[in-house]
């Protein structure tokens, strides 16, 4: 079976201070990634996604980044994060074209002071 | 261009009673459909799928939702709500492309009263 795994669950860091948020997907190959944003009270946002190894599509352009170093792995960057950019962070994956619900990962709580 | 409808933001319902959570959807296409359910502080979790097989779709902890393209819905319902139920509930659109984005509505946050 897969497993989606995202790290850390929470995470506190001052404005201007640089992010890695990371996801990995076991049990599958060559999965689309996705990461979204929720912010209090506005539902999901997509930022970023992924059909392969290197190749990202943002949504939200912004200051955070993305990449695909790896076939089951997906990172969110930032290199000055803005007050802003607290929220709850979701990853999600997608069997490749076999079908077309997102599975999500647990999330990670960000909060920027 | 694929959109998705919920219709009221909080549905507040008595332990043992019908839950109905309502979705609308705008498709250029034949849509695939989803409900995902989000309890606090944790990821989404998909309820149902609706792929243009059965139109009433049965889910996982007894929801199940019916599309009807008359009316362009896709409500979820559940006979006898339970207090595990309260969560927020997302209903969502696939635009059924490679790049397969997901159209979130923005959610029905479901509450239940003892």
């Known amino acids: 079976s897969q497993t989606i795994h995202q790290w850390p669950a929470t995470l506190v860091q001052p404005v201007g201070s640089p992010l890695s948020l990371e996801c990995t997907v076991e049990?599958?190959?060559?999965?689309?990634l996705y990461w979204y944003r929720q912010a209090a009270g506005r539902g999901l946002q997509l930022l970023f996604y992924?059909?392969?190894?290197?190749?990202i599509s943002s949504e939200v352009p912004q200051n955070l980044s993305a990449s695909r170093p790896q076939d089951r792995q997906f990172i969110l960057s930032s290199k000055k994060l803005l007050l802003s950019d607290s929220g709850f962070y979701l990853c999600?994956?997608?069997?490749?074209?076999?079908?077309?619900?997102?599975?999500f990962g647990p999330g990670t709580r960000l909060t920027v002071t | 261009a694929q959109s998705v409808t919920q219709l009221g933001s909080h549905v507040s319902v008595s332990e043992g009673a019908l839950v109905l959570l309502r979705c609308n959807y705008s498709?250029?296409?034949?849509?695939?459909l989803f409900w995902y359910v989000q309890y606090p502080n944790q990821g989404l979790q998909l309820l149902l799928k609706?792929?243009?097989?059965?139109?009433l779709v049965k889910g996982i902890n007894g929801f199940e939702a019916e599309f009807k393209k008359s009316e362009t819905s896709f409500h979820l319902t559940k006979p006898s709500a339970h207090m595990s139920d309260a969560a927020e509930y997302f209903c969502?659109?696939?635009?059924?492309?490679?790049?397969?984005?997901?159209?979130f509505g923005k959610g029905t946050r479901l509450h239940i009263l003892p």
């Open positions: 992924s059909v392969g190894i290197g190749q």
């Open positions: 609706y792929t243009s097989a059965a139109t």
């Open positions: 049990g599958t190959s060559n999965p689309n």
């Open positions: 969502a659109v696939s635009l059924m492309n490679r790049d397969d984005k997901i159209i």
């Open positions: 999600a994956w997608r069997f490749g074209t076999v079908s077309y619900e997102q599975y």
């Open positions: 498709s250029s296409v034949p849509p695939y």
